[in-house]
């Protein structure tokens, strides 16, 4: 069982910057990509970064530009960078993690943007 403890959501406001962080644990013996997700209010969740154990990534459109994904794999952690912050960008913010066939998630993160 993988556990995904996500942190640093929060309020802020629009042009702000917020830090997000995923620490995974328990029965680990290699992730490859983890990434992050959002969903807002009647939406469907949708991809906002990804890196895989290259450290190689990949955006939404929408975060290019503004959000930096990072990981460090000693730690086992994935971390999101959000500059930026738009009202647009306001969602509960899911890390996800593959390990081997299988896939986790947190449970998620709010971030609130006011304008």
């Known amino acids: 069982q993988v556990r995904l403890v996500e942190s640093g959501g929060g309020l802020v406001q629009v042009g702000g910057s917020l830090s997000l962080s995923c620490a995974a644990s328990g029965s680990i013996s290699s992730i490859n990509t983890m990434g992050w997700y959002r969903q807002a209010p009647g939406k469907q969740r949708e991809l906002v970064a990804g890196i895989t154990t290259g450290g190689s990534t990949n955006y939404a459109d929408s975060v290019k530009g503004r959000f930096t994904i990072s990981r460090d794999n000693a730690k086992n952690t994935v971390y999101l960078q959000m500059n930026s912050l738009k009202p647009e960008d306001a969602a509960v913010y899911y890390c996800?993690?593959?390990?081997?066939?299988?896939?986790?998630w947190g449970q998620g993160t709010q971030v609130t943007v006011s304008s």
């Open positions: 996800k993690a593959q390990v081997g066939g299988y896939v986790y």
